[in-house]
C-alpha cells in the first residue's frame, strides 16, 4: 500500500508560481512513475507531468515551459514547480503513483489550485 499526501496549492494572481508537493509513504520502492494530473469543474482530469525512476519526464503542452516536475528520492517526494500561472491553471491538482507488476495506481486526496485576481 502507498500513501500520498499532497501539499503546497492555495490562491495565486496571474502570473505568480506555486510548488507543489507530494509525500509518499507505504510500499514507496513498488512505484515506478510518479506524476501529476488536475482536474477543472466540467474537465476530464488529465495528466500535467510525470516523472519514472530512470528520471524520465513528460509534459503536457499546455504546461511546457511553465510547469518543472521533480523528484527527491531520499525524501520520497515529488514535486512541482509552477510559474507563470494562468487562470487556465485552476484545478484539482492531484498526485498520482504507479506500480507495475502487478500495475496498480494510487491517488492523493488533491490539492486546490486557483489562479485569480
Known amino acids: 500500500q502507498v500513501q500520498l499526501v499532497e501539499s503546497g496549492g492555495g490562491l495565486v494572481q496571474p502570473g505568480g508560481s506555486l510548488r507543489l508537493s507530494c509525500a509518499a509513504s507505504?510500499?514507496?520502492?513498488?512505484?515506478?512513475?510518479m506524476g501529476w494530473y488536475r482536474q477543472a469543474p466540467g474537465k476530464q482530469r488529465e495528466s500535467v507531468a510525470t516523472?519514472?525512476?530512470?528520471?524520465?519526464?513528460n509534459y503536457a503542452d499546455s504546461v511546457k515551459g511553465r510547469f518543472t516536475i521533480s523528484r527527491d528520492n531520499a525524501k520520497n517526494t515529488v514535486y512541482l514547480q509552477m510559474v507563470s500561472l494562468k487562470p487556465e491553471d485552476t484545478a484539482v491538482y492531484y498526485c498520482?503513483?504507479?506500480?507495475?507488476?502487478?500495475?496498480?495506481?494510487?491517488w492523493g486526496r488533491g490539492t486546490q489550485v486557483t489562479v485569480s485576481s
Open positions: 498520482n503513483a504507479e506500480r507495475r507488476f502487478p500495475s496498480v495506481s494510487y
Open positions: 507505504g510500499s514507496i520502492f513498488s512505484i515506478y512513475t
Open positions: 516523472i519514472t525512476t530512470g528520471g524520465s519526464t
